[in-house]
């Protein structure tokens, strides 16, 4: 079985002493979460993650979801009691609104502790993580009486969410989605149409379940300015508020995929299903679009997970695994073999996720900060700063964390050679689950193009300038310290690739749409490279100034710490290079083929 | 289900127009295969692989193999029939020896044809694969009546082998092997031990099963030194050769695994089970390496031959799926959405493949042509020079096609979007099975090992320098030819990458073995873009020879040829200075971190 330790020191270090926590006290909710109060809850959150969900991830995989010929679905043994434990605890309104049963705390503790839960089982977290959505989407869009109906039952978890998007034709393209809603003259309306790949669509772990279903109102205007957004209940409120009668609508089958066997992935069928329409008519879209930030931040936050949890079991293994000797002379004489921890090639391979890991995790709680000031801030520049930092982020958070986590979950595997290929150890697991973050919540290549079609020009460039000056300044700052030349200079020169791919882009995405295009995926990854780099370099900061300081006994984890940013600048910076010379090469290549090449 | 038709016309290109096939028609068994025969053979081994294996891949993933409480296996519903078909097309034995009832063509058409077939179905042609190895092993190491006891029964295929060397505490590390062999007295020994991973070990394809074993001569010295190789058939040869009493080994269990299904990977438990030695006593590890340039050439060929195949898979759907409108203006305006193939995202994904595919293509070519030369010139200095050639390209080959198979079979997974994360497309499995190449016969790091520990010094590094000499007289032949420009200068700077990673290593490997050891994957890849670039380079010489000549009608694959070439240059070969950059930071920060750091 997988083992997994919550980095809860990890989150302490970078929220108290990286971030400065402290100075959002002044937020609502902030002040109810910090000093020992914080630390009580990660600690919480850590138990919950590796004593009850963790026990839950293989059995999870093993058994996947069953689905019975009268359409319910049965999840893995251990996920109702898991789940009942998760909504006992509290954790799933952690940070939904006190006045609608939530606890008000801040979404970066909501982040923390949801990176906890993530590696401890991504399937299973699925579940809430799509009720908090819902809540959300609710939350912003809904009725006074619709808040009323639905979030209470939500944030206590005996009613769960989901999110209809997909048809069997059109996934990124929503414009061309069929379903429809027919007026019912009541206010309600007719819900028809098939939905795919719809997470958490059918099971048996709540009372009811809250699709929120994208479709289009009969007579609407044809492509995406013609998508409303309801709310169709699997059984109807009766008048009390009671789930009562069951709608018309079922889970036709559930999807075989490559992993997250434990989730519950529904083609939904509507047959005239009643549903209320959630915000405008046609302001469907714009309704998704609110709510995408934080899901797609949570998305990225499950590429990091499964980074975590894959990179601590490829440690494990690494100091227990005997083959071979060291090529600098034997370093366990008692034994017949080193730990293949002594071999520089699988330290070059821990060395990477570690580094990534942990910059990772403040790039996300930097951003699950922003969103908070964003959303809570009373200062509108604040506010306004806040909010740009999060549009720009999140195609990057999303991208780069869900294609890093990916490649990471495969490096940890490989530590473990043919028995990482087995089963049994959970390795490939924690491959087959990590995949699909790169898929949905929109593909990667999708994350690319709305960094450089949307983030990047918003506001006359506003948001991506204030990055660069913000990095910008840091660097210069510290150009006098000789202590931080090793991390400033390397972020300097990413920085630098950084500011000439996005003048390329400026200079060539006009002329012709493109190259744009085709520099996306390049331009992400360059764009992420810096934001982990920016924050190994404010971690080398604070862990030198903690040095200085005495370190209060902790000298090995800053020591380590600067180690493992080094690491990150001599070994994964470079590619900043890389990704600005194949982008700066153009579309003109690669569109030349005609199709019929191909 | 996939998709697949083999590349002839590529093949050919390869083999006849750049790689100058006919020139070798002064060895053994090339002038039974050339011109319109080689044609035949490529188009009969490509029907196969499409009409015959290609039907049994979905099915044996999904079936996969059954263990009975006998011990007995059996394979997946079609895997008896595909291979019977393979067996009598006579492509078990095609570049066997005709004495021994091959058919004594050149290696390079087997690893032509070999290709089309994995692709196809990479389990199933797992069980020739072994069985060619073991046929390999016999020949080199094996007495007259073991020869002639064995090998016609396996060219024919009606017996097949397995390699047997690891055991649950040793992969790696041989040394640690602890099966044991006791002798009988007449010749014979008892063979002792338990393997694991065993592919083929057992299932219900064949007469009889022929392991070959890596096992410890009671006495001999410890560690790789006292290891011995043998032969133990599942049944014994009775008086006649015929398969007659069983003998006492079995399959214990078989692996649950990530991919692969089709194959029998089991568990292997010898009680005293009755075997001859294969070559000389405690020359059992030298007996492993003779065979291991081709095995691993083989395996660097399913990692092309995933990504081949998925590549294919992701063009039928990027041309067939609808989703959105191209950035340059509509292209199907009968239709609701444009392909997708008009995105330049998936463009560069379907162009990263295919750039791949074809170089990778040429180098699996070209090596394997100078495995026919070392086998079978005349000429000492031909056979030396082609040896040097396939023992310094055999770890490149494995580790870069595996490791760019598993990530271009991800690539075309991600083409598919939602669509490539569930099984029914079959591009899961790619991923899934393409995996196991990365692993297997030495996993990636190992062949980085062997790279810059061994090859790369071996004979006061020989091999190396004539590769550095053959591809820098390239570019300086082609310096002046302007259309050469593109391919020649983008190849110059890697090899001067190239040139300076060696220089490095040589400075500092020395002075600290850890420092090779930290730049060990980053040099094989930096090698093997080099190698990759300058297959490019040489197609790009021939297709422009080609369309000076007037191209014979084929004017569009020649042209495509360039572009994609041009690609590779511009997209690919930009990695090699990150690659140089990475390694030349030395080991110091990747080795800093005390194991319990971690």
Redesign the interface.
């Known amino acids: 079985m997988p083992i997994y330790q919550a980095p809860v020191r990890d989150t302490l270090f970078v929220l108290n002493e990286v971030l400065g926590y402290e100075r959002y006290t002044n937020l609502p909710g902030f002040s109810d979460a910090s000093g020992d109060v914080l630390e009580a809850i990660l600690a919480e959150g850590a138990r919950l993650a590796e004593n009850v969900i963790l026990p839950t991830n293989r059995v999870g995989d093993m058994e996947g979801c069953v689905r019975h010929d009268d359409g319910s679905v049965t999840t893995p043994k251990g996920f109702k009691e898991a789940y009942r434990q998760y909504c006992e605890g509290g954790w799933m309104g952690l940070a939904a609104p006190v006045e609608h049963g939530g606890q008000g705390l801040p979404y970066a503790v909501h982040t923390a502790v949801a990176e906890y839960m993530v590696s401890a089982n991504l399937a299973l977290l699925m579940y809430p993580g799509l009720t908090q959505g819902a809540i959300a989407a609710i939350l912003t869009h809904g009725t006074d009486e619709q808040k009323t109906a639905f979030v209470p039952k939500m944030v206590e978890g005996v009613w769960t969410g989901t999110m209809n998007l997909?048809e069997p034709?059109?996934?990124?393209?929503l414009?061309?989605l069929r379903t429809k809603a027919v007026p019912n003259g009541d206010g309600t309306y007719k819900i028809s149409g098939q939905k795919?790949?719809i997470s958490a669509g059918e099971h048996d772990m709540a009372d009811n379940i809250v699709h929120l279903v994208l479709a289009r109102i009969e007579g609407a205007p044809e492509g995406v300015k013609g998508i409303s957004l309801f709310i169709v209940p699997k059984l109807k409120l009766d008048a009390a508020g009671n789930p009562g009668e069951r709608n018309t609508l079922s889970c036709g089958s559930i999807?075989?995929?490559?992993?997250i066997h434990g989730n519950s992935?529904c083609v939904m069928n509507y047959d005239e299903a009643e549903g209320a329409l959630l915000g405008e008519p046609n302001g469907g879209l714009r309704a998704m679009f609110t709510m995408m930030n934080e899901a797609r931040l949570g998305v990225g936050l499950q590429g990091l997970s499964q980074s975590e949890v894959a990179y601590q079991n490829a440690?494990a293994y690494?100091?227990d695994r005997?083959?071979?000797r060291s090529?600098?002379g034997v370093k366990a004489p008692e034994k017949?073999?080193d730990?293949i921890?002594?071999?520089?090639?699988?330290?070059?391979s821990?060395?990477t996720m570690?580094a990534f890991n942990e910059a990772g995790r403040a790039f996300t709680l930097w951003t699950a900060l922003k969103s908070d000031v964003a959303h809570r801030s009373g200062d509108d520049s604040d506010r306004q700063a806040a909010d740009d930092h999060m549009s720009l982020m999140t195609p990057i958070v999303k991208g780069v964390l869900t294609d890093k986590g990916?490649e990471h979950a495969?490096m940890a595997?490989?530590v473990f050679?043919?028995h990482?290929?087995?089963?049994?150890h959970g390795m490939?697991q924690f491959?087959?689950d990590a995949?699909?973050a790169?898929?949905?919540e929109g593909?990667?290549?999708i994350q690319?193009?709305d960094l450089v079609g949307r983030k990047l020009g918003a506001n006359g460039g506003r948001a991506v300038q204030a990055f660069f000056k913000e990095v910008g300044e840091f660097c210069e700052e510290n150009r006098a310290d000789e202590k931080m030349a090793p991390y400033t200079k390397a972020l300097k020169k990413g920085l630098n690739d950084l500011q000439a791919a996005t003048m390329w882009l400026m200079q060539n995405g006009m002329k012709?749409?493109?190259n744009?295009?085709?520099a996306?995926?390049d331009f992400l990854h360059l764009f992420g490279l810096v934001a982990l780099g920016y924050m190994w370099a404010q971690m080398a900061k604070t862990a030198q100034g903690k040095l200085a300081d005495g370190a209060n006994g902790s000298t090995?984890f800053y020591d380590?710490k600067l180690?493992?940013g080094?690491?990150f600048m001599?070994?994964v910076m470079?590619?900043t290079?890389?990704h600005l010379?194949?982008l700066s090469?153009g579309?003109e290549?690669?569109?030349?083929?005609p199709?019929e090449?191909?």
């Open positions: 997909t034709h059109c996934g990124t393209d414009g061309l795919i790949f999807e075989e995929k490559m992993g992935t440690v690494a100091k005997l083959q071979g090529l600098t017949k073999a730990p921890i002594v071999h520089p090639d699988i330290r070059r821990l060395m570690r990916f495969v595997q490989q050679g043919g990482g290929y087995i089963e049994e490939s491959v087959r995949r699909i790169m898929i949905y593909a990667n290549g690319a193009l012709n749409p493109d744009a295009g085709a996306s995926t090995s380590n180690v493992t080094r690491y001599e070994r470079p590619e290079a890389a010379a194949r090469s579309a290549t690669m569109m030349a083929l199709a090449a191909f």
